[in-house]
């Protein structure tokens, strides 16, 4: 949940450091800080805040050194203030540490180095564990890089951590369980970066490690970065991997916001994740990941579906799309729920596990279950060399590219543009979908991306209609059928970012409780589109409208009924009722984020939220 980054190597440091921070700050935003070395002194800065408050404290003479790690932190051990910041310092002020995870024994080994002396400044468990890497290396007495060794073996939890020692003042130690952890390759081993992701070293060098569980880097200048395994120190060939990621990816490119760049880019997002896949001329879906275990699709007696937040919702769009087009049952699982509730898994079941970073904690301890189980697992994510991609027997990457905003836009679109190419060829080689149908959808998948333009053309619109309930304090959210998850995803859009209290519900559950909020000028937003249940949607608006409730409709172009009873009337082009998620989900989106921007709130980093949760 927090980012961290450093740079060892013939440069100033800092104001790499400084950079990688910024573009880090999407993994947490409560505190920062960070360390530099520089003639063989150390000299930590940190502060409650942002990387922006860090680099109020850091003086112009302070920031001199060719060593500097820093940190950016979503608390978890701790409240968020000075203390409680990254790095931590050992007690002898030798060794410091920057940790993106959670420490669960962290209080047993406290109490135990408590007992032989150590003092502890702060709440959090990395301060433990610096400490306990400290106590290893004086019992054992060895080097940096053996103690980190010794003493990850004596730790539970997840990590991604680096640890400086200023008796071994040119190396780096590195390790990782569970969370994240890039590092960056400069030439002739000159210099190394080491990230949370490699957007913090794009610009520097176009090749990276991505260490792997239970693995620990040694990084040493002018050395090439020796990787061993943590368990029992034995030495691993590391892969250089070439980063396919530009710069222009991570920056906002005129954008006021992340949030509304990426918004924008699903137009391109999504034909990149459909491109070499959906061949309508050709006829054919292709996908590698679905085809080499085709049997297993098609004999599931199930597909169980486990992810969280957004992708969640784009596992309940799947849902109605495995069922209606390939007819085989469906559940869609909390991951957080799923791993804890001993659900009955079978070897004839087939798991898809969803999660924009593939990195979620939660997500990975049931795809463990279900691989213990005997089933089959189908990882989908954004991120390429991500965990859940290694620990998945196949899967399909979205190719949405990084998305630094923390309300989730572009991921959750291309996972429903991923997932419907899946139940489309599991459709047509099941027999359940014709030649004539699936060929009208691949065409019509086509059409997306343009329609999607059009519907980012009203952009001005939908701010207007922001502007008419952005003071309220709580509203609903209605759809049916395919739209129903729509719905739900409107209202976490909403929560996320405005803090506006929203509910998604199924519009016809609206007389089932939540019709007693309805009130004058009640603001309801209602996916009511041509197709499905059109009908009973136009009724449910009008039990609303009898109310005097504040009506916000999604209707088809054309659409004359449902315009004339709205407040407010957004429309889309023509489409299918499986496809609709796709454009749907567009004005909820931009509705949400101009609600947010109208109330001053930072669209980009939410309160209490973070992009990845790599910790339950």
């Known amino acids: 949940m927090c980012g961290i980054t450093g740079y060892i190597g013939k440069r100033e440091a800092y104001p790499i450091v400084i950079k990688g921070l910024q573009r880090l700050e999407y993994r947490g935003y409560d505190s920062a800080g960070l360390m530099l070395y520089n003639q063989d002194e150390t000299s930590v800065f940190k502060t409650k805040g942002k990387v922006v ?68 400044k702060s709440d959090t468990d ?22 980190v060794q010794l003493a990850l073996n004596d730790v539970i939890g997840a990590y991604a951590i680096a640890v400086f020692d200023k008796k071994e003042p ?35 060098t176009k090749n990276a490690i991505y260490l792997q569980d239970e693995e620990l880097a040694v990084i040493e200048k002018n050395t090439a970065v020796e990787v061993r395994k943590i368990h029992d120190d034995s030495s691993v060939e ?16 005129g954008f006021d916001h992340f949030m509304l760049k990426e918004i924008y880019e699903q137009p391109k997002a999504i034909i990149d994740t459909y491109r070499g896949r959906l061949l309508p001329n050709e006829g054919i879906i292709r996908m590698a990941g679905v085809e080499e275990y085709i049997d297993r699709f098609k004999s599931a007696n199930r597909i169980i579906i486990i992810a969280c937040g957004t992708s ?23 991951a957080s729920e799923f791993r804890y509730r001993n659900p009955i898994i079978t070897e004839k079941d087939v798991v898809i596990a969803i999660s924009q970073s593939g990195e979620t904690a939660d997500s990975l301890a049931a795809i463990k279950m279900a691989k213990e189980a005997g089933a089959y697992v189908f990882g989908v994510c954004n991120v390429v060399g991500s965990s859940i991609a290694r620990e998945s027997h196949s899967g399909a990457y979205t190719h949405a590219g990084p998305e630094i905003g923390v309300a989730s836009t572009k991921a959750f679109t291309t996972q429903i543009t991923l997932l419907t190419l899946i139940a489309l060829k599991l459709g047509k080689e099941k027999g359940n979908l014709s030649n004539s149908d699936f060929h009208a959808y691949l065409q019509n998948m086509e059409l997306i991306p343009a329609k999607l333009e059009k519907i980012l053309a009203q952009n001005d619109l939908i701010k207007e209609i922001a502007s008419g309930f952005s003071d309220t304090p709580s509203c609903l959210f209605l759809g049916r059928g395919y739209n129903f998850p729509v719905a739900l995803e409107g209202a976490l859009k909403l ?85 609709s998620p796709l454009l749907t989900t567009i004005p909820l989106q931009l509705l949400s984020y101009h609600v947010a921007v109208l109330r001053g709130c930072n669209v980009d980093q939410p309160r209490n939220l973070a992009k990845s949760v790599t910790v339950e």
């Open 312 to 334: 969640w919702h784009a596992g309940l769009v799947a849902e109605y799309l495995f069922e209606d087009l390939a007819r085989i049952p469906v559940e869609v699982e909390y």
């Open 495 to 579: 929560k996320e970012i405005s803090y506006i209290h929203a509910e998604g519900y199924p519009a016809a559950e609206m007389k089932h409780g939540p019709i007693a909020l309805i009130e004058d000028d009640y603001p309801v937003i209602v996916v009511a589109i041509n197709k499905g249940h059109y009908e009973k949607v136009v009724s449910n608006i009008q039990e609303i409208k009898s109310r005097k409730g504040k009506i916000i409709a999604v209707v088809t172009e054309g659409d004359v009924t449902v315009k004339e009873m709205a407040d407010y009337a957004i429309e889309i082009p023509e489409v299918d009722e499986a496809l």
């Open 53 to 120: 408050d860090l680099e109020a404290i850091v003086s112009e003479e302070n920031r001199h050194g060719n060593i500097c790690i820093g940190h950016t932190r979503w608390a978890t051990h701790g409240v968020p203030n000075d203390v409680n910041s990254h790095p931590h310092v050992s007690n002898s002020g030798d060794l410091t540490i920057i940790h993106n995870g959670i420490i669960e024994n962290y209080d047993t080994i406290k109490n135990e180095l408590v007992q032989r002396g150590y003092q502890f």
């Open 170 to 204: 040119n190396k780096l130690v590195a390790a990782k369980l569970g969370s994240p952890l890039a590092i960056g390759i400069g030439e002739n081993n000159e210099e190394f970066f080491i990230a949370s992701d490699a957007s913090p070293f794009i610009e520097y």
């Open 126 to 147: 990395t301060e433990v564990l610096v400490n306990l890497i400290e106590e290893v290396q004086i019992q054992e007495k060895c080097p940096i890089a053996k103690a």
């Open 238 to 253: 590391p892969e250089i991997h070439a980063l396919k990621l530009n710069l222009a990816q991570i920056e906002k490119e």
